[in-house]
């Protein structure tokens, strides 16, 4: 009898299917949008929380605090000459990207059904939560919007997972696939949604709570007891193209710490005068409006200001002299400086001896005749001619500590700045610009000058080399304001050329040539520029 055999025994063996070569990609892909998707809505949901409790504790504004404070100063530097008044946009934007990279990479491991996926998610809120918990107006609620955010998250990303997991791995071209996908797509795309909305919710949400705006909005200022003059005739060159002698507000330069611009009342402000001195004092905004106020015409100046850099600025300010209220408050023959804090905790250290020598170190409340914007400082701020602002103009100020240089230091000094930061004698120009074409014959060359609580007294123009020559000053308004100036080079002739600018003071003293960075004391050297006349 023959042997039956079935049609499987004997038979060769199948080959393994052939691994789909998109399934991975389409995982790598789908898992990563389910991250970001459910990281937005975390962040959205973190932003209305911290909406209610503090702006400053929402997640990318506390882990950006805290990598503001620990990131070298040279990196700090790169930011502010590569990307200006721009530099915290860049920073917050370096963080969202981070932020979700890693909830992409949280996605990808969901989806693949490993359970790290949810515990990063967990793991970054924690993170975040520390970070607020730690920054200087941090509260026992602080930790909240981070938690909350990422419990948010971790729960959509469960939810998600699945789904995606399905509509990915589903056999292409079929309706079950098509439907798994569509469902995958519209839940994605409604997380996107939520969270922008809620992100955004969240920002109106704190900013009205805090009530800032509706503050400064009721304020009407005091007319001044010593009023600045009027400005005098010529202090305009007018020449197209030269910064105005007043900045206007929305213009003026903003160079600060703060991630998140300090949303504080006038009503609820006060100002804490302590240390070595005599008598403690508090001080309120009730207290400044009633008080002698002083108003002047004072450029600002940042020492992040390359040479030819437009980080300076020129306003007429309202405010209470400083001087008159330490004197009240007496400081010790021992205070040498005074430590000035702001409301998220930045300090800077002023020497003592400006803040009482008479010159208008003022609490300003105003700016061009009008409360101080917000991210300028309202309610109050300083302003002290002669110095560069990260050792005197303290925005959102809140303490006054009269202490010394020896025992406490400002938040610039020990990473790397001056301890005094005075204002060096500078000048640029602001027509032409560098690498402009000009017509041949005569080119007008002007700009500005400025040497806080010196004065101008000269500004000269060097072309190809050949000697200076006297350029023509606008009209004094006071020592501590900037000086437009210009100069009308006859006879200009076809071709390249270079052009410099120096300053010369009212102590004598000649702008230095000596090329320097910013750091640590402010950059120094002549502003030069390449034209070419046609």
């Known amino acids: ?24 990609r389409r995982r790598l892909a789908g898992g990563a949008l389910a991250g970001i998707g459910s990281g ?45 008044t721009h530099d915290k946009q860049v920073l917050l934007g370096g963080a969202l990207l981070i932020a979700l990279v890693l909830s992409a990479v949280a996605g990808i491991l969901a989806v693949r059904g490993k359970q790290w996926g949810t515990w990063l998610v967990l793991a970054l809120g924690a993170v975040a ?17 981070s938690l909350i955010g990422a419990l948010v998250g971790m729960f959509v990303l469960n939810w998600l997972a699945p789904q995606v997991r399905q509509a990915v791995d589903a056999p292409p071209g079929t309706r079950s696939a098509e439907l798994s996908r569509r469902r995958a797509l519209i839940a994605l795309g409604g997380l996107l949604a939520g969270g922008l909305v809620t992100g955004g919710l969240g920002r109106v949400l704190g900013a009205r709570l805090r009530g800032t705006e509706a503050s400064r909005d009721s304020i009407t200022l005091p007319a001044a007891t010593d009023p600045a003059a009027p400005l005098p005739a010529g202090v305009s060159v007018n020449v197209a193209g030269v910064a105005p002698f007043i900045t206007p507000n929305q213009d003026f330069y903003r160079i600060d710490t703060a991630l998140i611009t300090p949303l504080l009342r006038a009503q609820d402000w006060s100002l804490r005068i302590y240390g070595l001195v005599e008598r403690e004092l508090t001080v309120t905004y009730a207290d400044l409006l ?36 330490l004197t009240r408050a007496g400081p010790k023959a021992t205070a040498d400086m005074v430590l000035s804090k702001s409301s998220d905790g930045f ?27 917000v991210e300028h400082g309202f309610p109050v701020r300083m302003v002290v001619p002669g110095l560069y602002g990260y050792v005197s103009a303290t925005k959102w100020v809140v303490e006054l500590k009269v202490t010394r240089f020896d025992q406490d230091e400002g938040y610039w000094t020990p990473r790397g700045w001056s301890a005094e ?46 000697p200076w020559q006297q350029a023509t000053l606008g009209a004094e308004d006071s020592v501590d304001t900037w000086r437009q100036w210009y100069y009308g080079w006859t006879g200009a002739a076809s071709g390249r050329h ?18 320097a960075p910013p750091a640590p004391n402010g950059a120094s050297g002549y502003h030069t520029i390449d034209v070419t006349v046609e």
């Open 40 to 84: 937005v809505l975390s962040l959205g949901v973190a932003e209305v929380v911290a909406g209610v409790v503090a702006p400053s504790s929402a997640p990318l504004i506390a882990l950006g605090d805290v990598a503001l404070d620990a990131v070298p100063s040279w990196l700090k530097d790169f930011a502010v000459q590569n990307f200006g």
């Open 421 to 466: 930061g005075p204002v060096k004698t500078e000048s640029r120009f602001d027509v032409p610009k560098d690498q402009d074409r000009v017509k041949a014959g005569t080119v007008v060359l002007a700009g500005i000058a400025w040497a806080q609580h010196r004065g101008i007294k000269a500004v000269e123009v060097r072309i190809d080399d050949g």
């Open 347 to 373: 300090t800077a250290g002023t020497p003592l001896p400006v803040l009482t020598d008479g010159r208008d170190a003022l609490l300003a409340i105003g700016m061009n005749g009008e409360p101080l914007p």
């Open 290 to 325: 009633k008080g002698d106020l002083v108003e002047r015409d004072l450029t600002l100046m940042c020492v992040s200001n390359e040479v030819g850099g437009d980080l300076t600025g020129n306003a007429r300010w309202l405010g209470l002299p400083i001087g008159p209220l």
């Open 129 to 145: 939560a520390l970070a607020a918990a730690t920054r200087p107006d941090a509260t026992t609620l602080s930790v909240l919007p």
């Open 498 to 515: 270079r052009l410099q600018v120096r300053a010369t003071d009212k102590t004598g003293d000649v702008q230095t040539s000596t090329e």
């Open 1 to 24: 009898m023959s042997e039956v055999h079935s049609p499987e025994a004997g038979a060769d063996p199948q080959p393994p299917a052939p691994a789909d070569p998109g399934l991975s």
